[in-house]
């Protein structure tokens, strides 16, 4: 069964402390992944799509990477707005249309 | 704002009353989804269309829940006979017919089943 795991649950960082959020996944085909950041009470806000091993995206403080097992969120020198729910995501090959598997999400929060 | 809209954004009801929440996607998308979300968790997926053909069904989707997309456009989800695990976030999304393309996600509506 395709299994999304994102690590960790929660981040508490001071502004400008950077570091990582990470997601594992198992996978019997995959054609994407994708990164959102959901904000309370809000659905989700689309960030990144990665499709192969070794590609690499960058948005303002964020860079997403992927490898064949995983994909790691940077977040460098963080600022109070970014904190927020990431999630990962991943569409599979035999998965009908854009259909999503979601991970549970790391919930961030970024303080002065 | 030319974005997924979702109606009402919340409602209350009480243990087994029907609810109804309407979903107008971006208009120039085939594609559209029906997630549920819970406190703590991602969202998972229930249902989705390709134009007025619902293609798709998760086991999720009890025999309480029905879905349309009667002209290709706006969708419904009816949940008949609530009951109180159903309190959750339902969220709609659409994208392209292009395969892998990111979905874009409505501000979804909150159940809350009393």
């Known amino acids: 069964e395709d299994q999304v795991t994102q690590s960790p649950e929660a981040l508490r960082l001071q502004e400008g402390e950077s570091s990582s959020l990470n997601c594992s996944y198992t996978?019997?085909?995959?054609?994407?992944l994708f990164w959102y950041r959901q904000d309370p009470g809000k659905g989700p806000e689309f960030l990144f799509t990665?499709?192969?091993a070794g590609e690499e995206k960058e948005k303002e403080r964020l860079k997403a990477t992927l490898t064949k097992k995983e994909s790691f969120l940077h977040i460098t020198a963080p600022k109070p707005e970014d904190s927020a729910t990431y999630l990962c995501?991943?569409?599979?090959?035999?998965?009908?249309?854009?259909?999503?598997?979601f991970g549970t999400g790391t919930q961030l929060k970024v303080e002065l | 704002d030319t974005g997924v809209s979702q109606d009402p954004r919340h409602k209350i009801t009480k243990r087994g009353q029907n609810v109804t929440f309407r979903c107008d996607p971006i208009?120039?998308?085939?594609?559209l989804y029906w997630y549920r979300q819970t406190l703590g968790q991602g969202p998972e997926f229930l249902t989705y269309?390709?134009?007025?053909?619902?293609?798709?069904k998760s086991r999720l989707l009890s025999d309480r829940f029905s879905a349309e997309r009667p002209k290709g456009s706006f969708s419904t989800l009816e949940i008949q006979r609530t009951e109180q695990g159903d309190s959750a976030m339902y969220l709609c999304a659409s994208s392209p017919t292009n395969t892998g393309e990111k979905l874009f996600f409505g501000s979804g509506t909150q159940l809350s089943v009393l």
């Open positions: 995501a991943v569409s599979i090959l035999t998965g009908g249309g854009n259909k999503l598997t």
């Open positions: 269309f390709q134009n007025e053909a619902q293609l798709e």
């Open positions: 996978v019997s085909g995959l054609r994407g």
């Open positions: 990665l499709y192969s």
């Open positions: 208009s120039e998308h085939n594609r």
